[in-house]
Structures are given as C-alpha cells and as structure tokens.
C-alpha cells in the first residue's frame, strides 16, 4: 500500500544517508591528518568525555541507518543520541566547538522519520476502522 507520506520517508531517508556518508568521509580525512601531524591515533589524546561524545555521535549515525527499516526505534535512538551529543559538545570545554548548535542539522532526517511513522501510524488506524 503506497502512502501518500512517501515523499517524506524518501526526503528522510536521502537527508541521513547523506549525513552519514558526509561525517564517513570528513571523519576519516580527519583521523588521517591527525595521525600523519602527531603520529598517534586520535583517542589517545581524547579526554574520556570526548570519547563518550564520539560513541553517541556514531550510535546517532547507525540509527538514521536502522530508521531505513524501522521509522520509529531507528528515529527515536538517533534523535535521543544526537541531542544527547549535541548537548555533551556545548557544555565539554575540552571539544572546542563554540557552534555545536550548527550540528542540529543532523536531527533533522530523525524528526522526519518520527513523523513519517506518526503520520502513517494514525492513516493506518483509520483506514483500519473504517474496514467492514
């Protein structure tokens, strides 16, 4: 059954697969350049808080995948994940990111995946009730 929300789920989807390969892409120039200048890996100079924010940042990631086939869990996680990071990356002085508030964007596709399934959940019941 083709829902007349697809255009949503589609925009979600293309929106988080290109925020994933982008952060793949800048994420690993950036572990090669930092490895090349100090010739250590780049946890190694990482407070404990950084690390965390980096494991919430790639489960955020891995959830926009998961919301591929699952709109409401793989949503929710990345959205829960994101903000969690988001929040970590403003009050953390050692990550140095003055504008983490700029990274929203990535909340973006998971707000559309969660309404996409809201939407869609409620279609759902109503072509449900009105069955003979």
């Keep these: 059954m083709k829902s ?3 255009g949503l789920r589609w925009t979600a989807r293309i929106i988080g697969t290109l ?10 120039g950036e572990i090669m350049e930092g490895y090349h200048k100090s010739g250590k890996m ?6 404990t ?14 959830g926009l995948i998961w919301a591929w086939w699952n709109e409401a869990n793989g ?3 990345s959205l829960v994940c994101m903000v969690i990071f988001i929040i970590l990356a403003m009050i953390n002085p050692a990550s140095e990111m003055e504008f983490a508030w700029v990274l929203s964007i990535f909340l973006i596709p998971s707000v559309l995946f969660i309404i996409y399934w809201w939407a869609t959940r409620k279609s759902v019941k109503k072509a449900v009730s009105q069955m003979p």
């Design 19 to 28: 925020l994933v390969l982008f952060t793949i892409f800048i994420g690993t």
């Design 4 to 6: 007349k929300y697809e």
């Design 49 to 62: 808080l950084t690390i965390i924010e980096f494991i919430l940042w790639f489960m955020g990631l891995a």
């Design 75 to 77: 949503g929710f996680f």
């Design 42 to 47: 780049f946890l190694e100079t990482f407070s």
